[in-house]
């Protein structure tokens, strides 16, 4: 068993980004140090695409003078090396939940968390000023310009640009509303999703929390109204290091896992498949109707093409020894189908993968979630 680094890891991003949230929580859990730094633009934009590949938040430095990126290879690569407390459970079905949920939480709730921080005027009045003092100090321009320049950067990079016109609005809330409910349901029953302690699916989802719908002032407010139990997980999330992993997780699958997981299935997996298929005509923008929701326009993205077929793979190994004992259909196998996961799947045929497309994570990433326009 590998001993924690002597020195804390240098975490470069920002305190109020999603992913950088999203690995604090992993290193606090794991009783990981590691000191947080302000990403400095525009100077550092060219030296990522350098040291990782792209220009994303967070990297990671490493005492050997390694960099990394990509929140969810890097907690893989962490695990390996830091095996004691670990995130994954050992059932290859709570495992596999784990993959499903963070994925989710990484890939689909990124656009409802930027859309309330970008599109109320609260929201992109705290971001803005936060923004341009904290990774923009450097850059010679009025504050008011730079405040300017992070709003029109932001929106057209991930809401208005990226599918979310007036008309969505009231269906990307509602599928927000939609998760608080569920979530509130869980936390009623059990402190963390899966259980007693946290586990990978926790860590994926305070991607979306800790720094947005519990910090912006819009979706923190419905947050201390409609779901304080969520905001509770939250905290209990961040005051978590490893002497919390203690108790048990939930044996079998809950109710309210699945519902979850349908959740999941009718809009984050159905958005997926559309994406291959925009991909596959090499279509730079796609319009998708998603559990109810037309997003018009929004961005293709070949990384999403790669999350699907990581998660094909995570099954393929998690169930590589039922299927070598030749049983027909693994327990996972009748949760995926009945929560309606199964068939999307697999639905597409020859994923659009480019040749050994991101093999190098998390020390060199060869495409970006979506791009902004920069
Ligand atoms: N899949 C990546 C996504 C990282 C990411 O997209 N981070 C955002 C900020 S929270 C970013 O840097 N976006 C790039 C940009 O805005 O140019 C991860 O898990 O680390």
């Known amino acids: 068993m590998s001993d924690l680094p002597p020195r804390p890891l240098k975490l470069r991003g920002s305190s109020i980004s999603y992913f950088t949230g999203k690995m604090e929580n992993y290193f606090r859990l794991k009783g990981i140090p ?33 960099w990394m990126t990509d929140t969810t290879k890097m907690i893989q690569w962490f695990e390996t090396e830091y095996p ?11 495992a596999y939940i784990c993959y499903l949920l963070e994925d989710w939480a990484d890939e689909w709730w990124w656009r409802p968390a930027m859309h309330y921080r970008w599109y109320y005027e609260e929201g992109a009045r705290f971001a ?6 904290e990774v923009a100090s ?42 608080f409910v569920s979530l509130e349901r869980i936390f009623k029953s059990r402190p963390f999703l899966l259980g007693d302690y946290p586990t990978l699916a926790d860590i994926g989802f305070a991607g979306p929390f800790f720094r947005h719908f519990a910090l912006d002032p819009i979706p923190l407010q419905i947050l201390r109204h409609t779901a304080p139990r969520t905001l509770e997980w939250v905290m ?3 005051n978590s290091n490893p002497s919390s992993v203690q108790g048990l997780l939930v044996d079998g699958v809950p109710d309210d896992i699945r519902e979850l997981l349908r959740h999941m299935a009718r809009g984050y997996l159905h958005y997926l498949n559309a994406n291959v298929e925009a991909t596959k005509k090499g279509d730079a923008r796609f319009t998708a109707t998603v ?33 070598e004992k030749g049983q027909e259909a693994s327990d996972l196998e009748c949760l995926l189908r009945e929560t309606g996961i199964w068939e999307s799947l697999w639905a597409e045929t020859n994923l659009p993968l480019h040749e050994d497309q991101e093999s190098r994570l998390p020390f060199w990433a060869d495409s970006k979630m979506i791009k902004a326009n920069e």
């Open 291 to 323: 559990d109810g929701v037309t997003y018009r326009q929004a961005r293709s993205s070949q990384y999403r093409i790669w999350c699907l077929d990581e998660l094909r793979k995570h099954y393929r190994r998690l169930t590589q020894t039922e299927i």
């Open 128 to 133: 803005s000023g936060h923004l341009a003092r």
């Open 138 to 179: 450097a850059l010679p321009l009025p504050l008011f310009i730079k405040r300017q320049m992070l709003r029109r950067r932001q929106r057209s990079g991930y809401t208005s640009g990226d599918g979310i016109a007036k008309g969505t609005v009231a269906g990307v809330e509602a599928d927000v509303a939609t998760l």
């Open 236 to 238: 209990r999330l961040w």
């Open 34 to 66: 590691y000191q947080l730094e302000a990403m400095d633009f525009p100077s550092e934009v060219k030296r990522n695409r350098e040291r990782v590949g792209v220009s994303q938040m967070p990297v990671v430095g490493l005492s050997d003078g390694r």
């Open 84 to 94: 004691q407390n670990p995130v994954v459970p050992e059932d290859p079905v709570l």
